[in-house]
């Protein structure tokens, strides 16, 4: 397949790729990595990020080169199966390696998925199964220079942070998912904001706050459409790369379930075959709530959203364990 290269400054090197590819071929962390579906990768301009519940528990830096630098925050390299540590009279505990201090394969990646699954919010947590039960996800946790027409500071930021996040920068919008789509024969990237249902900003006695969070997206949204667009032939193009990796890696390795492929959709943005249109009119998607929530209160819920702004596009669902393909 012949990609068509973007600008340097929205991709990810190939000198990088080719470096990652190198260590999936032999055990290591990446190799770790790519062995798991229950995480997403994410493109960045000279990084990626790979995110479980909405936690970076890797950021792979481009050291240039060919150099791979990861990082991640010391507080998911806690050491799950010890469960009590001593204190001590002189002050130090025992076992003093409550941490880990050295990668020791996929242990301890299952230690650092499971610290991130203690920290991560109800919204976080809800929302991963539908990010890695999709073919169509192509970013998470996107942030973006705020339209400065956009900017207001008396209105509330509604994104539930997860424990022990810091304080929201309020130059930035973060939208949740983002997606391809094809309508009829015009490609979309498509972005989502996700809110739990528990979410106060969902209602109220007036306006729902959540609207003019959306309001503030769709100004953002068309002010950066141009560098989006070049930015998601980059991603595309680099999932594409990723993809291939994964493959490879699961051929050497048994691997009991199936590889799920990327939407044909994405591909053909790599090689230039189409060219995606942005839509800069965000969908809300709203889960977490059962039957009878369903039918009582998120059904006047949805319909003061709705009647506050009529062209908002909602999608539900209750129970996001079990969905695939919900994008």
Same mark, same amino acid.
């Given at each position: 397949?012949?990609?068509?290269?973007?600008?340097?400054?929205?991709?990810?090197?190939?000198?990088?790729? /080719?470096?990652?590819?190198?260590?999936?071929?032999?055990?290591?962390?990446?190799?770790?990595?790519?062995? #798991?579906? @229950?995480?997403?990768?994410?493109?960045? !301009?000279?990084?990626?990020?790979?995110?479980? *519940?909405? !936690?970076?528990?890797? #950021?792979?830096?481009? %050291?240039? @080169?060919?150099?791979?630098?990861?990082?991640?925050?010391?507080?998911?390299?806690?050491?799950?199966?010890?469960?009590? !540590?001593?204190?001590?009279?002189?002050?130090?505990?025992?076992?003093? +390696?409550?941490?880990?201090?050295?990668?020791? %394969?996929?242990?301890?990646?299952?230690?650092?998925? #499971?610290?991130?699954?203690?920290?991560?919010?109800?919204?976080?947590? %809800?929302?991963?199964?539908?990010?890695?039960?999709?073919?169509?996800?192509? /970013?998470?946790?996107?942030?973006?220079?705020?339209?400065?027409?956009?900017?207001?500071?008396?209105?509330?930021?509604?994104?539930?942070?997860?424990?022990?996040?810091?304080?929201? @920068? *309020?130059?930035? /919008?973060?939208? +949740?998912?983002?997606?391809?789509?094809?309508?009829?024969?015009?490609?979309?990237?498509?972005?989502?904001?996700?809110?739990?249902?528990?979410?106060?900003?969902?209602?109220?006695?007036?306006?729902?706050?959540?609207?003019?969070?959306?309001?503030?997206?769709?100004?953002?949204?068309?002010?950066?459409?141009?560098?989006?667009?070049?930015?998601?032939?980059?991603?595309?193009?680099?999932?594409?790369?990723?993809?291939?990796?994964?493959?490879?890696?699961?051929?050497?390795?048994?691997?009991?379930? $199936?590889?799920?492929?990327?939407?044909?959709?994405?591909?053909?943005?790599?090689?230039?075959?189409?060219?995606? !249109?942005?839509?800069?009119? $965000?969908?809300?998607?709203?889960?977490?709530?059962?039957? +009878?929530?369903?039918?009582? #209160?998120?059904?006047?819920?949805?319909?003061?959203?709705?009647?506050?702004?009529?062209?908002?596009?909602?999608?539900?669902? %209750?129970?996001?364990?079990?969905?695939?393909?919900?994008?």
């Amino acid at each position: 397949m012949t990609i068509q290269q973007t600008p340097s400054s929205h991709r990810v090197s190939g000198v990088f790729l /080719d470096a990652l590819d190198e260590l999936a071929q032999k055990p290591s962390w990446w190799r770790d990595v790519l062995l #798991r579906d @229950d995480v997403f990768v994410a493109v960045r !301009a000279s990084s990626l990020n790979i995110y479980y *519940r909405g !936690a970076s528990i890797f #950021r792979i830096d481009d %050291g240039g @080169d060919g150099r791979v630098i990861p990082w991640t925050h010391t507080k998911y390299l806690i050491r799950q199966q010890q469960v009590l !540590a001593q204190l001590h009279d002189d002050g130090h505990f025992e076992p003093s +390696d409550i941490g880990w201090s050295q990668y020791a %394969g996929p242990s301890t990646l299952s230690d650092m998925i #499971r610290s991130a699954t203690d920290l991560a919010g109800a919204e976080k947590s %809800g929302l991963h199964p539908l990010i890695v039960g999709s073919s169509k996800v192509i /970013d998470v946790e996107l942030s973006l220079l705020r339209a400065s027409s956009s900017v207001d500071e008396s209105l509330p930021d509604t994104d539930v942070q997860s424990v022990g996040a810091t304080s929201i @920068d *309020r130059s930035q /919008d973060r939208l +949740d998912v983002v997606t391809v789509e094809n309508r009829g024969s015009k490609p979309f990237i498509v972005f989502h904001e996700a809110k739990h249902f528990s979410n106060p900003a969902l209602r109220a006695k007036g306006e729902p706050a959540v609207l003019a969070q959306i309001v503030r997206y769709q100004a953002t949204l068309r002010q950066h459409d141009a560098a989006l667009r070049q930015r998601y032939v980059a991603v595309c193009q680099a999932l594409v790369r990723l993809h291939t990796m994964r493959t490879a890696v699961r051929a050497a390795v048994p691997v009991t379930r $199936p590889l799920q492929a990327p939407d044909p959709l994405i591909a053909a943005i790599a090689s230039g075959q189409v060219q995606a !249109a942005i839509d800069p009119d $965000p969908r809300l998607i709203v889960f977490g709530f059962d039957g +009878d929530q369903r039918d009582g #209160r998120w059904e006047r819920d949805a319909k003061r959203l709705r009647d506050y702004q009529p062209s908002l596009k909602i999608r539900a669902i %209750g129970n996001t364990r079990s969905a695939r393909e919900f994008f």
